[in-house]
């Protein structure tokens, strides 16, 4: 029995066969799916999928690259969501810095100055990042407030954000959990992230052949200490990467990890499952 921790039901990729992806799903041994809000609108989407599917949970949230999308008062919109009998956490929310407006202004930089130019207006990319890192910060922290009030735990987006992301989170240190989903850091990151009482998720990610420090950090890590997860329509795992990821797959990344590990898939489902079912307070 396992736990998709991370999917994006709602998203259009599934439009066509969603009834039957939950199915092969279950068929596969992923016996509960936790759909993630990213704004408004999924977050509604989530909720009606817990509603109509016994397998599926919600949780809700502003992601931080929705951030300049949602009307100011999103978070108290969400909150008028928050009574939903299947939900799990908050989020998906955090910080993403890696396609701020500068980040676009320096494409078209460095292809200018290999001509001998100066790319124009590029002195204001860093005004605009501030705004946009300013606004990530504000809806985060509204999330955690919010999940801190609910007494409930969040989910965490962190890219190439990790110094801000953690001292955002340090003063709800003890009211709430974060799982820092996707993982993609080092080990020394992980029992950083472990010692302050958060968690971590792994995803297709953990297959490639590319990915041994993810993979070492999967070895190293205690039991109990992570979940696991798709975040599908993304990251399928090997053989599949590059196709469309769906929640049977968990099936894969947990059998992965119980081979890094040295461990019988049984024993790995279980630990992941009794994590996550604390985590997400799940019945």
Not at 83 to 88: C, E, F
Not at 156 to 168: E, F, V, Y
Not at 214 to 222: I, M
Request: glycine share 6%; hydrophobic share 40%.
């Amino acid at each position: 029995m396992l736990i998709d921790t991370h999917c994006h039901l709602d998203f259009r990729d599934f439009d066509s066969d969603r009834d039957a992806v939950i199915r092969r799903a279950v068929e596969a041994g992923v016996t509960r799916m936790i759909a993630i809000g990213t704004n408004l609108e999924t977050s509604r989407a989530a909720l009606l999928l817990a509603d109509r599917h016994p397998e599926v949970y919600a949780t809700i949230g502003i992601h931080p690259n929705e951030v300049t999308e949602v009307p100011e008062d999103a978070v108290a919109q969400l909150e008028k969501m928050a009574n939903h009998p299947k939900l799990a956490a908050i989020g998906e929310c955090g910080f993403d810095y890696h396609s701020l407006p500068s980040t676009q202004e320096a494409t078209f930089a460095n292809v200018t100055a290999a001509i001998g130019t100066t790319a124009p207006g590029t002195e204001s990319g860093s005004l605009a990042d501030a705004d946009v890192k300013n606004r990530q910060a504000i809806f985060f922290q509204e999330q955690l407030d919010l999940a801190a009030k609910l007494g409930l735990n969040v989910v965490i987006h962190q890219r190439d954000s990790w110094k801000d992301t953690l001292n955002t989170l340090k003063p709800y240190t003890g009211r709430l959990r974060g799982v820092f989903h996707c993982f993609s850091g080092d080990t020394e990151q992980a029992c950083h992230l472990l010692e302050l009482g958060h968690a971590l998720s792994f995803t297709g990610i953990v297959t490639f052949k590319n990915a041994k420090t993810v993979q070492e950090v999967a070895k190293r890590v205690p039991l109990g200490s992570f979940f696991v997860e798709t975040d599908c329509p993304y990251l399928a795992p090997d053989p599949d990467r590059g196709k469309r990821c769906e929640p049977a797959h968990t099936l894969r990344v947990a059998e992965k990890i119980a081979a890094l590990r040295g461990l019988s898939l049984e024993e790995t489902a279980r630990a992941t499952t009794e994590a996550a079912e604390k985590f997400f307070l799940l019945k």
